[in-house]
């Protein structure tokens, strides 16, 4: 194995066979977190096999050679530690929080896990009806139905708008079979990540992350398509849902560009109760309770999102002023309001370093898509670069896309029409 710097903050090393290594000493956090990041996710899936990455995160928990479903947890729970794992449209991860002292006997079971979990048919049919339960309950959300029609809005049929949960018919369908050999083209060493962050002893644990990991084969990247953004309207009513639920976004890039500007350009628009989306919106008219703006940006697509409920008598005034916030901040952005946005989203990328499974998520994240870590001295320079000019071009930019629209719950008679025309909607 080598170790690997270059320019970036936080060191890692590179095993022979692609799996790199990430042991962070923070002696100011009391408790230890493990993380293994595989970079195998919903947008990686084939589309017959739509979900199975949500399915192999909850059965790999279900057993390995060594430990039964119940021995797991408990060993686990003997540390004190949680064990838990999620599912995003890029990776997979698995991960542990518990004492400094056995970030060792963590790695040990995390690895245990992540490569020999047998998935036992018995145990998938029993978590079959867990996993039905959650896609239920998500589809029974309008707000999980407005970000589901928003993504498909935005890219059509291309994997990443499929949502991580699959379908009811994918899920009942999964065998065992299908498991182990979506989990042998997938689970390699060029798409695994490994971390341990706490005060520890960096050099030991990366040995025993290196013993634990160093026999994976190596494998070839896990890559995504870039998606080309499309655009449209999709409306939902889910019936029981007193308001209407909207979310209004553009493409922004993707991390791979490696330009924080539509993050700034979300703070700018819409964090915090002063910022121009809150204080216009809730503060002076009146028309919202919740609203929100974020720039999602992941590897090879990005998407720049403000989310909103509102009274259903409310929506046609609520778009119609989004509509000219976008277009004001198209034209001109305030000094004062950039200082605003650049201070919160340097504080939240702090505030990150306060976290250590945030850490080692973001630190694993850049090495799947840049190859490198960035150090939060970096970012945080990265950020006090974003101009006002800047913003205001990414701003342009977004209209001249156009808008991906999302309406769920109380969508009236010719509310969809409505907001096509005040949004400029194309493919509505």
């Not at 896609?135 to 309008?142: E, K, M, R, S, W």
């Not at 018919?169 to 999964?174: K, L, N, P, Q």
């Not at 979310?247 to 964090?271: H, K």
């Amino acid at each position: 194995m080598h170790a690997a710097t270059g320019s970036a903050a936080l060191p890692f090393t590179t095993l022979a066979n692609g799996v790199r290594l990430l042991a962070i000493r923070a002696p100011h956090l009391h408790t230890a977190s493990v993380s293994v990041f595989v970079r195998s996710g919903s947008a990686h899936e084939p589309a017959r096999d739509h979900g199975i990455s949500h399915v192999i995160e909850h059965m790999a928990f279900k057993g390995t050679p060594n430990r039964d479903a119940r021995r797991i947890n408990l060993d686990a729970e003997r540390l004190g530690a949680d064990v838990n794992a999620h599912t995003d449209k890029d990776h997979t991860a698995y991960y542990m929080y518990g004492m400094p002292r056995d970030a060792q006997a963590m790695i040990g079971m995390l690895g245990d896990i992540v490569r020999h979990a047998t998935y036992p048919e018995a145990e998938l049919e029993r978590e079959r009806t867990v996993l039905l339960a959650e896609l239920a309950d998500d589809l029974d959300d309008p707000i999980s139905t407005a970000y589901r029609l928003f993504d498909e809005a935005s890219f059509g049929r291309h994997a990443v708008a499929r949502p991580v949960l699959g379908t009811r018919r994918t899920v009942s369908r999964f065998s065992r079979a299908d498991l182990v050999a979506h989990v042998s083209r997938q689970y390699s060493g060029a798409n695994v990540v490994a971390g341990v962050i706490g005060d520890i002893d960096p050099q030991a644990e990366t040995a025993a992350m290196a013993a634990a990991f160093e026999t994976m084969p190596r494998g070839e990247p896990n890559t995504i398509d870039a998606p080309v953004f499309a655009g449209g309207l999709r409306a939902r009513r889910v019936t029981g849902s007193s308001q209407t639920h909207l979310i209004v976004g553009y493409p922004v890039p993707s991390l791979r560009e490696d330009d924080p500007t539509a993050r700034v350009a979300a703070a700018v628009l819409g964090e915090g109760m002063s910022s121009p989306l809150l204080h216009h919106l809730r503060e002076r008219l009146g028309l919202v309770y919740h609203a929100d703006c974020s720039a999602d940006v992941m590897d090879g697509w990005g998407q720049f999102m403000v989310e909103a409920s509102t009274a259903p008598a409310n929506v046609d005034a609520l778009l119609g002023e989004l509509a000219k916030l976008l277009d004001a901040h198209a034209a001109r952005i305030d000094p004062a309001e950039l200082r605003r946005a650049r201070n919160q989203v340097q504080v939240a990328r702090l505030r990150t370093l306060e976290r250590g499974g945030r850490r080692l998520e973001d630190a694993a994240l850049d090495l799947f898509t840049l190859g490198r870590t960035r150090g939060h001295e970096e970012w945080l320079e990265q950020i006090a670069s974003v101009t006002a000019a800047r913003v205001c071009r990414l701003f342009e930019r977004m209209l001249a896309a156009g808008p991906a629209v999302a309406l769920t719950g109380n969508v009236r008679p010719g509310m969809r029409e409505r907001a096509a025309t005040l949004l400029k909607v194309r493919n509505a």
